[in-house]
């Protein structure tokens, strides 16, 4: 199977990019206040905040609230900063899809020039604070992630590699490495363990949405797993992502960083995102049903892992962190 | 004299006119960059307090 089906539109990132767009005269802006909220991907950026806390709170020693509140908020404008600049960059591909066509640059509300700025300021100005008022360690880590989502995924691999959310997903998975950097100024095993929980979570996450939208990705010229390999390796892949994916979900009890709790949810719900996997391995096109189960179930899945983490954990520690 | 006249008549360029709908968005922008300005000198300032002396100490 050839790398982008017949019939797509699959120019190169630099010929279709923004910053190649013909020049023209623009109009006075329209853009609302939502719009520019909405360039920063917000349900990517509650995501974001999520793991970021929990790394935060997980991590050992003493943090005033002020602090943590201030790390949180540059990891939530950096999110929105990386959001930004890949609305910027992928406004083309953006309007194709049916999934994205509504974003602002796409409609136009928004000009690419704008988006470019806006991602590019926030960045500055989440990375500068956070690196003054917290630590220099986290502020790097932010850059280097805000880099890796925007250049290394957005631009480079997404559009040139089945593999572009197998490591573009570390994007995704480094907050919690950013808050336990920014409560200790360290880094150490408990957050790297919370990373590649992540880091194996996003391939099965996002091939079972694109098992469901193939021929969107195919007509944008996006180089899916499904569009490039087919629907069986795909379907393979997720069964082997999820496999090392749900004993790294026990990891954190097995290792001493969690409690029972946290194990036995760990435990439960990874058999639960096994049993939809092989669903998934099982099922053939065009029935969908397991494909939307699992993706459904994967939100779920990160979410109980890191929410019973913070509440075992985190909690305890966060309230003694406010009381002291 | 004609000729400054003639130039006199010449219609005055009054540049980009914006609709009231642009001029609606562009005072919500301004709005919404005033309210991030105030939290960001709000924010300076009291992390100035909370980590008094220390705010200048940045071990890497």
């Known amino acids: 199977m050839s790398l982008v089906s017949e019939g797509a539109d699959f120019r190169g990132p630099m010929t279709a990019g923004p910053g190649l767009v013909e020049p023209m005269l623009a109009e006075p802006s329209l853009a609302s206040v939502g719009d520019y909220v909405a360039l920063m991907k917000p349900r990517v950026m509650s995501l974001v905040v999520f793991t970021a806390l929990v790394g935060l709170a997980v991590a050992p020693g003493s943090l005033h609230p002020m602090i943590g509140f201030t790390a949180l908020l540059c990891i939530a404008v950096g999110a929105g900063a990386a959001g930004a600049l890949n609305m910027w960059y992928d406004a083309d591909i953006d309007a194709i899809m ?57 631009i480079w691999l997404k559009r040139s590699t089945p593999q572009n959310i197998v490591i573009g997903g570390a994007a995704g998975a480094f907050p919690p490495m950013i808050g336990w950097a920014a409560a200790t100024g360290s880094l150490s095993l408990e957050p790297v363990l919370l990373f590649m929980i992540i880091f194996f979570w996003t391939p099965p996450h996002f091939w079972a949405l694109a098992l469901t939208r193939t021929e969107d990705y195919a007509r944008a010229g996006i180089p899916m797993l499904p569009v490039v390999s087919g629907d069986g ?14 004993p790294l979900g026990i990891a954190p009890w097995a290792l001493g960083f969690a409690g029972l709790f946290y194990g036995l949810t760990a435990a439960v719900t990874g058999a639960i995102m096994l049993a939809l996997a092989w669903q998934v391995f099982r099922e053939r096109r065009p029935v969908e049903r397991a494909s939307k189960h699992l993706f459904a179930f994967s939100i779920l899945y990160l979410f109980l892992l890191f929410a019973v983490l913070l509440i075992e954990r985190g909690w305890g520690g966060l309230i003694a962190r406010l009381a002291a | 004299m004609t000729i400054g006249i003639a130039m006199n008549e010449q219609p005055k360029d009054e540049g980009v006119v914006l609709t009231e709908a642009q001029k609606r968005a562009r005072r919500s922008r301004s709005i919404a960059i005033a309210l991030s300005l105030a939290a960001l000198v709000i924010l300076f300032y009291v992390m100035t307090l909370v980590k008094g002396p220390m705010v200048l100490v940045r071990p890497l």
């Not at chain 1, 991602?119 to 280097?144: D, E, K, Q, R, S």
């Not at chain 1, 390796?233 to 749900?246: D, E, G, K, P």
């Open chain 1, 98 to 154: 049916t999934r994205t066509a509504r974003r602002p640059v796409p409609m136009g509300r928004v000009q690419p020039g704008e988006a470019l700025a806006f991602g590019l300021t926030l960045a500055g100005f989440a990375i500068v604070v956070l690196g003054l008022l917290v630590n220099v360690l986290a502020a790097a880590l932010l850059a280097f992630t805000i880099f890796f989502y925007a250049v290394i995924y957005t």
């Open chain 1, 233 to 246: 390796a795909t379907r393979r892949q997720i069964l082997w992502h999820t496999l090392i994916l749900v």
